[in-house]
């Protein structure tokens, strides 16, 4: 498939006239063929128009032909082949098998969703019958989910494929019957056009109005806004810094209407290790928590940012088998010429606070991106006195706090803001220590994980990938698994409507098929 | 029960010294005995760290206590007798027999959450078996709701019983496992106290923490601003004028960690006169909908303000029928002499809007906070061209607007604001007509109603009390109905933990006997 360069509004190929933009192989520093021309908000209100033409015809189509649609996307992108991968692959830094895999996941999300909008769960189709005998009497009441209306979704720089044009956000706003206008993240422009097309194609192929989908390219944050404050968005879907995220919430606040956003932005995912576990294992558990530091280089909203431990031999144990283990682990190349100076200036940070010790280091860095691993330690007065010690660092960065006790423990829990994760290595005997830890990590986080690590975010039912703020501006969301299509949707009550009016989800002869909750039991079709 | 006059803070009773608070009486413009003592953002710092504290034992409590307790209040509630129901009538002006149907819906909802934390479907238990074999292996996932944190409720005006100290929000809180910070409504200080007391009586009869509930009062906006303010409160709860939501909303947008505001707001219902259903029973619907109109002297949030249809002999004969019907119509006494004026205020801009005509009013009023009915028409090309006839006014007044064809009908539905509720008057000849208004009504509204009236809120399993802004601040949720419970609640995924550390909603055995969607399908016990 060609890259024009160009923007997608709805069916059309659209060349922005408002300054071009290129991606960078950040391995080399050397800029990538083609220019991208970049839209002004003319292109903004144009495709947000589209979405909004679209709107009322897509969210009404079968959940059978939006299910067919999300598999023609799926196909679409594998029919990409290695074209894809070489793309992202240059764009990204990231090496081919690790984008074969997350195209993998991208596909099985797409796949997911198609499933989820067959079984119909989340329409929460419910109905309360009639009661015209009782004083006063009964309408009859039903409620379904709709749609929420078109959404902007901004992708991720880490995952150019599973959180991006195609990613958890789009899949999940399309599969609820949202419109969406996904705004290229500017690392990787030519695999957004790539997977933008697929899109396109597939709006095509499955007859839907051509506003269904958009794809913007913007050169400052100007387009991005205008898109947030369009009065036909509904919602917006966003990867990245908190920064970044911040500013959307502040745009949709301002708005005459305000929308939600999702913003998953910044989490440190505690790692507790747990006295038993650690005495058994500290070795163990050591080197294991350097590999998933630094896989990826570190580049994940999950990575094991901060590790409590008491401080003490097993402690000392772990700590050195996570600095033998660094030792070896080559220094990568980070996504982004950007995001390889804020890793930097983060450890430079991290090394001049009073009280914080670096303890292991990676191996050197020579490729011009590239990240050497970074390992510090410090002791709980130190890190529940100084705020900065939670910012997260993106990349293959931690600190160790020591803690002299339980409560101390404890208090480093207490003491941290909101998390997408957190884990506990723990062993039979460390039961009912983790029992005093648990309420307090349920608070702060959105997924609880034990004797394992928090990178590697499975998309199934039961996952969450959310957590309080600041990891996500919404913590009644997850933006990866299922219920990822929640946010999508919001109900609206029938009351006495004729059969031939209501719509399928609800009437008498359930012909979607639907679980449903009638007068307050689930009902099977 | 003795009035105090105190505020009550977990199981204290406090008397605040930030000035005094007295009801009035609507009905004769006279305060009512005793004051009430008003507190400082000190009392709000305690009942807040009270609640922090209370949170995590009241959230693992089990459902049953959880039931038991609302159930508790309710028995509470009407042990109270007539006192509440006296009380409550000379501080709203609303008349006993009202305010018994009220208190008929209050305890019926607290008693409908009870079975719905029985039922536990709210909490989304969601299992994903573990593949050790697949490659890469999965983990053991599940996924449960939790409550989401203390929240801060702000009770109304025109429900001192149903949407205030144990009403909609409170119940739907409670039940969830939040802690409940209400701040008094000022127009109805005592039924607050007396309703308030059997909460906390109810809270020390089930032997629950002192912080799950707190009364604070006020004498202006500081104490509610620091309430949402206060980092221990994680939602907020708030039915009222759009100005005081919109405040709620700045105050809690501007938090550290911002936090979800539930503000139902502003709603001019809108009803669509279908040409059928109109040529067949103008005069009835008319008449119907005078009372509809003035029912409660028009104060609830979802009175018919804005009537919808097409110009001709037969919409005139609707105009008539509810204009003499509105003739007979006593002027009813006003829930405060603030809505009172505001009422006046609004009915007399209306009035000086060129191109909008009177053409009906109640009957005259005498007595200090009567308004007297209103009724005004206008053409859909005046409607369309004014922003502020689609401003509510509080209070029995509606406005006509007439239609020169069908297209200028859907114009005038697609002009409409976010609406708590859309009627449609129709006749089995009007279904073609319904089909092309539906779409945009459900874009708009959180109910849609057909044949009947949207004033009287069934609290049931399908209700949706909500809306697109400006009628709540978050369309995705509803006041009224079983998934209100749904507001204060935010998923958690536990991955791996052994059974011994899973809460009861996830283990294996299923203790609580949940319906669980285990690998995609669902499960009942």
């Known amino acids: 498939m060609n890259i024009t360069g160009e923007m997608l509004i709805g069916q059309t190929a659209v060349r922005g006239a408002e300054g071009s933009v290129r991606a960078v192989n950040p391995a080399t520093n050397e800029t990538i063929a083609p220019d991208f021309g970049a839209g002004s908000t003319a292109a903004v209100e144009q495709a947000c128009k589209l979405a909004q033409q679209a709107f009322d015809t897509y969210r009404e189509t079968t959940p059978e032909q939006r299910a067919q649609f999300l598999e023609e996307i799926a196909t679409g992108i594998l029919n990409l082949g290695p074209q894809l991968i070489e793309r992202a692959s240059q764009e990204s830094g990231l090496p081919a098998a690790r984008l074969e895999g997350e195209r993998g996941r991208t596909v099985g999300q797409l796949r997911l969703f198609a499933k989820v909008i067959r079984d119909g769960h989340y329409l929460s189709a419910t109905l309360d019958s009639a009661l015209p005998e009782r004083t006063p009497p009964r309408s009859d009441l039903r409620l379904r989910k709709i749609a929420i209306g078109p959404v902007a979704v901004f992708g991720a720089s880490n995952f150019p494929l599973a959180f991006s044009v195609a990613g958890g956000d789009t899949a999940a706003a399309l599969a609820a019957g949202c419109p969406v206008v996904v705004k290229t993240h500017n690392a990787h422009p030519g695999t957004s056009e790539l997977v933008g097309r697929v899109i396109q194609q597939a709006v095509a192929a499955c007859q839907l109005p051509a506003g269904v989908f958009s794809l913007i390219i913007g050169s400052g944050n100007e387009v991005g806004q205008a898109l947030v404050s369009h009065p036909a968005i509904k919602a917006v879907g966003f990867t990245g810094s908190r920064q970044g995220g911040l500013a959307l919430m502040r745009a949709a606040a301002q708005r005459r209407e305000p929308i939600p956003v999702y913003a998953e932005m910044s989490s440190i995912n505690p ?33 094991p940012g901060l590790v409590i431990g008491l401080a ?3 402690l000392a144990q772990f700590q050195e088998a996570a600095s033998n283990a660094l030792k070896a682990k080559a220094a990568g190349t980070m996504l982004t010429p950007g995001i390889h100076s804020a890793y930097l200036a983060g450890v430079e940070h991290m090394q001049a606070v009073s009280g914080v010790d670096a303890v292991g280091r990676g191996m050197a860095a ?14 709980a007065a130190t890190f529940l006195a100084s705020e900065q010690l939670e910012d997260e660092i993106f990349g293959p960065s931690s600190l160790i706090v020591a803690c002299k006790n339980e409560d101390e423990m404890r208090a480093v829990a207490e003491h941290l803001a909101g998390q997408l994760t957190a884990t506990l290595q723990l062993d039979a005997a460390d039961h009912a220590l983790a ?21 590697g975010v499975e998309v199934s039912y039961a996952m969450v990938h959310g957590g309080p ?11 990866v698994g299922a219920s990822a299509i929640d946010r999508f949707v919001r109900p609206v ?33």
């Open 271 to 303: 790692m507790f290790l747990l006295p038993n576990a650690l005495a058994a294992r500290a070795t163990q558990i050591g080197s294991a928590f350097a590999d998933s530091l630094t896989m990826g280089v570190g580049q994940f909203c999950t990575n």
């Open 312 to 314: 003490g031999e097993h």
């Open 366 to 379: 020579s490729a011009p991106c590239a990240a050497q691993a970074a390992l510090f330690a410090t002791d």
């Open 435 to 455: 029992k005093t830890l648990l309420p307090t990590l349920e608070r702060k986080a959105g997924r609880i994980l034990v004797n394992g690590f928090p990178t």
């Open 493 to 525: 009550c029938y009351q006495d409507l004729p059969d031939a009016l209501l719509p399928a989800a609800l009437q008498d002869g359930n012909p979607l098929g639907l679980t449903r909750l009638v007068d307050g039991a689930l009902h099977t079709a």
């Open 469 to 479: 703020f600041p990891a996500t501006s919404d913590s009644r969301s997850t933006s």
